[in-house]
C-alpha cells in the first residue's frame, strides 16, 4: 500500500496570537474604567487650585482691609468711608444721583463757550 501523502493543514496566524487579543482587550477595558474617575479627579483637582487660589486673594484682601482699618483710627474717617460706600445712618435718606459727569461736562463746554 502506497502511503498517501497528508494534506497539510494551512493555518494563517493572525499577527496577534489569541493570548495577545485577550490581553489588549484587558488593558482596554482597564482603560476604558479609569478615564472617567481620572477625569474625574483632574477637573476636581483644578476646581480645587482655583478656589484656593481666591481664598488665599480674598485673605490678602481682608488683611488690607484690616490695615487700613487700623490705620484709619478716627471715627470721622471710618464715617467718611462708609459714606463713600453708599452707607447711610439709621434713619437717614440716600440719594443717588446719576449722570454727574455729564452734568460737569456740559457745564465746562458753557464755561468754555463764554470764555471764563
Do not use: H, N
Request: proline share 3%; aromatic share 8%.
Amino acid at each position: 500500500m502506497a502511503q498517501r501523502p497528508q494534506k497539510q493543514r494551512v493555518r494563517f496566524r493572525s499577527p496577534l496570537s489569541a493570548r495577545k487579543w485577550i490581553a489588549l482587550c484587558v488593558l482596554a477595558l482597564v482603560g476604558f474604567l479609569y478615564y472617567r474617575p481620572l477625569t474625574s479627579y483632574l477637573e476636581a483637582r483644578d476646581r480645587v487650585a482655583a478656589r484656593s487660589a481666591e481664598v488665599e486673594a480674598l485673605q490678602a484682601k481682608r488683611r488690607a482691609l484690616e490695615r487700613r482699618l487700623r490705620e484709619r483710627a478716627t471715627d470721622a474717617e471710618l464715617i467718611q468711608e462708609a459714606r463713600q460706600l453708599g452707607y447711610v445712618r439709621p434713619g437717614e435718606r440716600l440719594f443717588i444721583v446719576k449722570g454727574i459727569r455729564a452734568w460737569q461736562l456740559a457745564r465746562a463746554r458753557e464755561r468754555a463757550a463764554r470764555g471764563e
